[in-house]
């Protein structure tokens, strides 16, 4: 009787706890989570809170995005490296990492969209020794690295590790991005904010010696290139499919930006497939001479974005360079290293900024990493290209397959050139026709998705262009209409996977997986809320040309962005912006009250009985503000 009675209170218990469990951990169709709060009373047994729900008390303000589940929360120990462990809950989504705290003492959140994460791995084994040993190691994209522990028993870690190894990369295991799962709603579509054809015009194309070609509207000639191109009128589209078999990957020299006064433009394309033997191809030289005599530039410059010695030894596996068999064109080598030689900067970086920075040795350090003199190089480059377009000479520019350095400098260049770039939608535009619709390789140079974090394609080529930006931005605070804000929003969400910006290889891959209609555009985000990332300095200098100073004294490292996960690094915003920031508040503020008042004037000169008087009318009062 006493064993029946046991094991009808057993029942009981598990009964209130898969209540508790089903209400408590039901996410699918909420924005938060809701702590449930069961009290029972069940043969003397009472049950105030079923101990799965104490357990998510911690995530009960944690907001989802619409299409975010919840995949498995577990208590935890985050192992920071800036104080001590830290006891609290971590949270995975299909999205996320989410950690707090547990510790009254301690406030702490970690908020890590799981498409930043670049390897997990296993930290210690069941017969480790020492405090904290046993748990999870998590390196990131973004600058970070993050160590959680767990209790060494029961194998604690396999069923996190799993799901979260699972969930960081999707594609490995045959999931969709979630780009694809996401469900938020704006009101502007951005994928609109490109127009090719719309851009053109802007630019004055066509015109009578620059045409508009559709022979890659079904990537034939290209799968890499956009759909829609510029040419020299007096090329042919049998001319560019012999040039394209002389140039790398098919990327023929096509023009991306046109000089409205001068009509010099610069053009983008690969290099050509020399080879050891020195081979030549006679259209792809006449071609390059068409580009010359459009505007009638007496020798077209050639920017090869490569060292000299590194141009020489593509000869060996096919590529190369214009030699001199190029009449009327010039070489210039601009010496910018290649995709592997900045991905080991950064991680030479990485190690001197995270997690501690040591103060003692910083420039030494900071110079033994060779990022800002890779980025001193990248905008040398640019400058040289934009002066010689704004002297009225044409430039073609290349590197070896021209979508990492020629990016670079062509989008740099046009920065400085064209004030158009240097606002908030037009930066947009910039990026998605010179990074986006000319195939930069954004999965294999980021790893969207894919666990194989030693991948040699991966490299932060786009990464190394924001931050040329950005020393843009320090030294013409006034030129550009968006702030330091939009850049690091952008880089965030280079690697989240939020949205289907920055998602594949090229054009035609996006077309297959039909990114367009599946995903929403980062710049939906970014245009709903504008306000955010103005720069209340810009003031607009139509046809101004930027020379930044391209020297190691006037270049800055990021901190912003490369050592914002350093809570010693406090990040202040300048006085003077902060004053400019509350004169605009205290301006909005009196307009607004102007507004009520004449509001007010207007209702009451309604509501006045319309009789004739001999009593003059009394002189309107404006209101002026103070400024």
């Not at 040993?133 to 604690?156: P, V, W």
């Not at 920017?303 to 596996?317: C, G, I, L, M, W």
């Not at 245009?527 to 209340?536: A, F, T």
């Not at 391209?550 to 004053?579: C, D, F, G, K």
Request: hydrophobic share 35%.
């Amino acid at each position: 009787m006493k064993r029946s009675r046991q094991l009808n209170v057993l029942k009981r218990r598990r009964a209130v706890l898969m209540v508790s469990r089903l209400s408590g951990s039901d996410t699918r169709h909420r924005r938060k989570y809701r702590t449930p709060r069961i009290t029972c009373d069940m043969d003397g047994l009472q049950i105030h809170t079923s101990r799965e729900s104490l357990k998510m008390e911690l995530l009960a303000d944690v907001s989802l995005l619409p299409g975010e589940e919840r995949i498995i929360d577990k208590d935890i120990i985050y192992v920071c490296p800036f104080n001590r462990a830290v006891k609290g809950k971590v949270l995975i989504t299909n999205y996320r990492l989410y950690f707090k705290s547990s510790e009254a003492d301690v406030v702490m959140a970690l908020d890590v969209p799981l498409g930043a994460i670049c390897r997990v791995e296993k930290m210690g084994g069941a017969s480790s020794r020492g405090e904290n040993s046993y748990g999870l190691e998590i390196t990131c994209k973004d600058m970070r690295n993050l160590r959680f522990a767990l209790k060494q028993e029961g194998h604690s870690r396999r069923d996190i590790f799993e799901l979260l190894f699972k969930h960081a990369f999707p594609l490995s295991h045959g999931l969709p991005l979630f780009a694809y799962m996401s469900q938020e709603k704006y009101g502007e579509n951005g994928w609109n904010i490109y127009k090719p054809m719309d851009e053109f015009r802007r630019q004055g194309l066509p015109n009578s010696k620059w045409r508009v070609t559709f022979i890659n509207n079904n990537y034939e000639v290209c799968d890499t290139y956009p759909t829609i191109l510029a040419v020299p009128v007096k090329s042919k589209d049998e001319d560019l499919r012999r040039v394209a078999a002389f140039r790398s990957r098919g990327r023929i020299p096509v023009l991306s930006w046109i000089h409205r006064e001068n009509q010099a433009v610069i053009a983008r394309c690969s290099q050509p497939l020399v080879g050891m033997s020195g081979k030549r191809n006679k259209d792809d030289e006449r071609y390059l001479d068409m580009i010359r005599e459009a505007n009638n530039t007496e020798k077209l410059t050639i920017y090869d974005a490569r060292p000299s010695v590194n141009a020489v030894a593509n000869k060996a596996t096919g590529g190369g360079y214009e030699g001199d068999e190029y009449q009327n064109a010039e070489l210039v080598f601009l010496d910018i290293q290649n995709i592997h030689v900045m991905r080991e900067s950064l991680k030479k970086l990485k190690d001197i900024v995270y997690p501690n920075v040591e103060e003692s040795h910083w420039l030494s350090s900071l110079e033994s990493t060779h990022w800002l003199e890779h980025v001193k190089l990248v905008l040398s480059g640019a400058i040289q290209v934009a002066d010689k377009v704004s002297s009225g000479n044409s430039v073609v520019v290349h590197c070896s397959d021209g979508w990492d350095r020629t990016a670079q400098l062509t989008s740099l260049a046009m920065l400085m050139l064209d004030s158009h770039y240097r606002t908030l939608r037009g930066f947009q535009v910039l990026i998605e026709k010179e990074w986006i619709s000319f195939g930069h390789k954004f999965a294999s140079r980021i790893g969207h998705g894919d666990k194989n974090h030693a991948d040699q394609d991966r490299s932060p080529i786009f990464v190394q262009f924001i931050d040329c930006v950005w020393q843009m931005t320090k030294q013409f605070p006034t030129a550009f209409e968006f702030n330091e804000r939009l850049l690091l929003t952008i880089l965030d969400h280079l690697y989240s996977c939020c949205f289907g910006t920055f998602l594949y290889n090229c054009e035609s891959a996006r077309d297959q997986h039909e990114v367009r209609s599946k995903t929403v555009s980062l710049w939906s985000l970014v245009n709903s809320r504008m306000e955010i990332y103005l720069n209340p300095f810009y003031t607009p200098e139509s046809g101004r040309v930027l020379y930044p100073v391209a020297s190691m004294r006037h270049l800055e490292l990021w901190v912003t962005y490369y050592i914002r996960w350093n809570p010693r690094i406090r990040q202040q915003v300048s006085p003077v912006e902060q004053r400019y920031m509350e004169l605009l508040a205290l301006r909005d503020e009196y307009l607004k009250k102007l507004e009520e008042l004449q509001q007010s004037s207007s209702s009451r000169l309604a509501n006045t009985p319309n009789t004739t008087s001999s009593t003059p009318p009394q002189p309107y009062t404006e209101l002026h503000t103070p400024l």
